[in-house]
């Protein structure tokens, strides 16, 4: 068995350790590859890989889109080109809408009467994506929320009294950006969608048929009933299952970096990493 992790976050998107950061624990944690896989940013990719090399890791270029639905649903994206400039040219776009939205949620807060001012959101995020959790944690620092949970529950998440809607791609679009970049799709997190069955067939049918990749089998958050059921889902629908631990650093909640594998887990060469 070795260990990997294909689905990791930094703060240059809503995790709170630096690529560096990243890059050294897994090589204390002998990791045989990790992947960087921020929302809406390739910034960090540069810097990671170059931080890979110093600690003498595998390093692979990542992703995380979301796209539009009734329920999460997540689009991972490995061995991208960050250079391309049609996916570039979306996330400028993407990273738009979102400013716009947390300009918004910070004005609805200011209304409730919470001192949240997006110039203070952006001095604690300290990348270049700024994202709810960065406002959650604002809130609680400031005494507002006991916790960034109730911080989504009661104000910024759905049916929250700040909550504001955001503009997402559809699954197909984030597909064709990821393909479009040379990279490899890959459904994120399936639990977090609680699709039963025949809901879950039909959206794993229509996203191979816009070109997905493979299917997050294992994950932190699955249990391993689900992971089993995942892992029957990837061959039924001629997916490759993928595994990564959805690492945020201290906003992980007990999450460490790293996933078992068996040696012979995914076909390698084609993610561009060598084990």
Not at 111 to 130: H, P, R, W, Y
Not at 133 to 157: C, D, N, W
Request: glycine share 10%; with cysteine; net charge negative.
């Amino acid at each position: 068995m070795i260990l990997i992790d294909m689905h990791v976050h930094s703060n240059y998107s809503d995790g709170t350790l630096s690529v560096e950061s990243i890059a050294k624990t897994a090589k204390k944690r002998h990791l045989a590859f990790v992947s960087l896989t921020d929302h809406d940013t390739t910034e960090g990719l540069g810097p990671f890989m170059s931080a890979c090399r110093e600690y003498g890791v595998e390093g692979l270029t990542g992703i995380e889109l979301s796209a539009d639905s009734d329920f999460t649903l997540h689009i991972l994206g490995f061995r991208i080109d960050r250079s391309n400039e049609v996916l570039q040219k979306r996330l400028d776009e993407i990273r738009d809408h979102r400013n716009n939205r947390n300009h918004r949620i910070c004005n609805k807060l200011q209304g409730l009467g919470f001192d949240v001012q997006i110039e203070d959101v952006s001095d604690l995020s300290k990348g270049q994506v700024i994202a709810r959790p960065h406002i959650a944690r604002l809130m609680m620092q400031r005494g507002y929320v006991s916790s960034i949970g109730e911080a989504f529950t009661k104000y910024l998440g759905y049916g929250g009294s700040a909550h504001v809607p955001r503009t997402r791609l559809s699954a197909r679009e984030c597909i064709s950006l990821i393909t479009g970049a040379g990279g490899l799709a890959v459904l994120a997190h399936p639990a977090q969608t609680y699709l039963e069955d025949e809901k879950m067939d039909q959206l794993l049918r229509h996203l191979k048929d816009n070109g997905l990749w493979g299917i997050e089998a294992l994950y932190s958050g699955h249990s391993p009933e689900q992971a089993y059921n995942y892992l029957k889902l990837a061959d039924k629908f001629g997916l490759y299952p993928t595994a990564g631990s959805d690492f945020h650093g201290s906003n992980s909640h007990g999450v460490d970096l790293g996933v078992a594998v068996s040696e012979d887990f995914l076909p390698w060469a084609r993610l561009g990493v060598k084990i």
